[in-house]
């Protein structure tokens, strides 16, 4: 069996996938790794689109170390009430030093739309900055 891109979504990425085999920035270069994914997602403005039963609210939460991160929380409307029901924990990609839960929102308000259940994503702090595990 031959696996194959769905037609529609492959026109739709097409530009950011193009851009990304452009150049490549050396493994190790955190800085120049942050920027060209910055300036790939700064050419789609209004990428964040969410659905009008969907509601992303952003959760401020003091950490070790006089920090805060971000937990980023996303419910559908529709199914609010008493009972807040279960929730997924969603810990976003990016090697542990790029990317940013921000950047999830928009596959998140799909999945919550489809499904009801909430989810929260965790705006972690970044290495090389904050070296894992983080020590105050």
């Not at 996938?17 to 190790?28: C, F, G, W």
């Not at 419910?75 to 790029?98: A, K």
């Not at 739309?113 to 105050?136: C, D, K, Q």
Request: aromatic letters at 6%; a negative charge; proline letters at 8%.
């Amino acid at each position: 069996m031959t696996l194959s891109y769905d037609q529609e979504w492959l026109k739709m990425a097409k530009p950011a996938l193009d851009q990304s085999q452009a150049i490549k920035p050396a493994v190790h270069d955190v800085d120049a790794r942050r920027s060209k994914f910055e300036g790939t997602l700064s050419k789609r403005q209004g990428w964040i689109h969410l659905p009008d039963n969907i509601e992303h609210i952003v959760h401020h939460v003091p950490v070790a170390g006089d920090c805060e991160i971000k937990l980023h929380h996303v419910r559908n409307t529709s199914v609010l009430g008493d009972d807040p029901g279960p929730v997924i924990l969603h810990i976003h990609g990016g090697g542990f030093f790029s990317f940013q839960a921000i950047h999830s929102v928009p596959a998140l308000a799909h999945y919550v739309s489809s499904t009801g259940v909430a989810m929260i994503s965790i705006n972690y702090r970044l290495a090389p900055e904050n070296p894992l595990p983080h020590s105050p």
